[in-house]
């Protein structure tokens, strides 16, 4: 007589111990009653190849990836969708019951949904979208900006090199910005993204000239430790509408639940004082 197994599902980087997703997921499977466990793992790169080969025959039908793994898991997935391949990451595997892993990125569906909640009436082709930095989520901040409708996307970042190569992978749509004129990214943008660790606890503070800022616009910062960060505290105080950096890891996180556990997630006031707590 077999027995069904209980879904196992995780999430693998390193360091991990700071990451809030066992706290998200570990939410939803109370809330839904389903009978199943989500995991942190500590797994360095040199044992990435195995634990992908041994996870999926324990149980596990599912992870989340996190640095310094995001990338090195394209080679190794047997399927990769258009997004990741896009973004040149993938942040969700999806063990499937054929053996095949399927990676995928949703950190920019994550972002969308994010903006869309906290901002109802937002609209990519409302006008030019500022993006801070150029790194693994910015690259997905703007290829989820322009499949959202954004026609011009003013890009700075410290190094130029790293904005550059974006704009050669993105197109015409980007345009590069010196970082000693970044304030001008920020004239008359509808949409002012931070997707740099500009401003996180630890990190640098974020000196950019913020006067150049609409209150008609719609601000958002990935940073989310601290919640309210000096940039959105400026923005919200000029009267633009802010949107914290939480919400995006909330979504980022429902696609993958939704395939591992077979159940669509809802994103809440509830879920987002679980995770801060």
Known sequence: M??????LAGVIGTPISHSRSPRLHQHWLRRYGIAGHYIPMDIASPDLEDALRVLPKVGFVGLNVTIPHKEHVLTMADSVTDRAALIGSANTLTFREDGKIVADNTDGYGFIENLRQGA???????????????????????????????????????????????????????????????????????????????????????????????????????????????????????????????GMLLHQAAPGFERWFNMKPEVDDALRDAVLR
């Open 2 to 7: 077999s027995t069904k197994r209980i879904p």
């Open 120 to 246: 109802p009436d937002w609209n990519a082709a409302d006008g030019p979208a500022a993006v801070i930095g150029a790194g693994g989520a910015a690259r997905a901040v703007i290829a989820s900006l322009i499949d959202a409708g954004a026609q011009e996307i003013r890009l700075t970042n410290r190094t130029k090199a790293r904005a550059d190569t974006l704009r050669r992978e993105f197109g015409h749509k980007i345009e590069v910005i010196d970082w000693v004129q970044a304030g001008n990214a920020l004239d008359g943008a509808a949409t002012v993204v931070n997707a740099s660790s500009l401003g996180m606890v630890g990190k640098s503070e974020m000196r950019i000239p913020l006067d150049g800022l609409s209150r008609d616009a719609v601000v958002t910062d990935l940073v989310y430790a601290p919640l309210e960060t000096p940039l959105l505290q400026y923005a919200r105080a000029l009267g633009c509408r802010t949107v914290d950096g939480l």
